[in-house]
């Protein structure tokens, strides 16, 4: 008896290996599979303009980096005592206006360089409605608490969502021809727009995502919404506000992930490394004790191994805690 409503997951052809980059964009959901990337040591760059749920905040910013766009004082606004930016988080907003731009700038320029040479761009978009300023008509990425009458919110039309990311993405491959692109709709339910509001907001996603990867040379869509709504289905795989999916949700996606879009020989070698990045997270109750101590140094000299297997892995920091720590 099946349990579980089967799925096909095309493989991805271009698959996605350790000595490429790969750079993620969107919404929260994106930041789970950035972090399980991060964990096995691949070269990631996971939103530089902080999390975006819309695809217009997602387009806006892959064009500041393709264009290396500089931010300008008169780009912040000032408000709750932080200067703020309408397309980032507000993980760059500070008291100091200078500290914001410096902040914003950086991560663009980060971004720009890493683009030019990713082998993959991961993009999660989160939710087709936009919030857009009432005086100006400016969309927002963010809306840094600000009164609730300043906003105007609309659902994007597919045509909308497919000629902003189709020419943002034309533009990322003008200075990197050979990027593969994969598009995920999160499963993260949007409670706060309504169940029935939701499901237009997802639907719209999913329809022009799909166009996209008909149009779109070398782009190809991973169905983690479907994986979660379709063959979890089940609350028990969401967290307490019933929206979020929750750790064994998130982990059977990344299996799947893995599956279908991770080389096979960068598979064979994640094992490895996720031993030693445990093993670095290791807290030991009496690290004084010689078992400890031989536990250290055991490890040094795995990580020293693997690091001259795969000259491309960047174990430096792994290398220097087993090290220090066991010589100290």
Known sequence: M??????????????????????LIGSCF???????????????LSNPSGILFNPLSVAESLDYYTSEKTFLPEDLFYLNELWNSWSHHTRFSDIQQEA?????????????????HASHVLITLGSGF?????????????????????FEKRLLSITSITESLSHSLSRI?????????????????????????????????????HQLCREVKNCHYFPAYELVIDVLRDYRFYDTDLAHPNYAATTYVWERFVESCIDPGARTLMP??????????????????????????????KTKQLQQEFPYLDLTDEYAYFKNVSSS
């Open 30 to 44: 994106s930041e789970h599979i950035s972090d399980r990337l991060s964990q096995h040591k691949f070269s990631v």
């Open 272 to 301: 490895r490394i996720l031993d030693i990045m445990t093993a670095r997270q290791h807290k030991p109750r009496f690290p004084e004790t010689q078992a400890h101590q031989k536990f250290l140094e055991s490890y040094a000299a």
């Open 130 to 150: 936009q919030y857009y300023l009432k005086d100006s008509g400016r969309p927002v990425a963010n809306n840094h608490r600000a009164p609730a009458q300043w």
């Open 100 to 116: 914001v731009l410096s902040r914003i700038n950086q991560s663009i320029q980060h971004a720009a360089a890493f683009l030019k």
């Open 2 to 23: 099946d349990f579980l409503l089967p799925i096909d997951i095309p493989e991805l052809p271009q698959k996605i290996q350790y000595n490429k980059g790969v750079f």
């Open 173 to 209: 491959r003008a200075i990197n021809p050979e990027v593969t692109f994969v598009f995920t709709i999160s499963p993260v339910r949007h409670i706060r727009d309504g169940v029935i509001e939701n499901n237009r907001s997802k639907a719209r996603l999913i329809d022009a995502v």
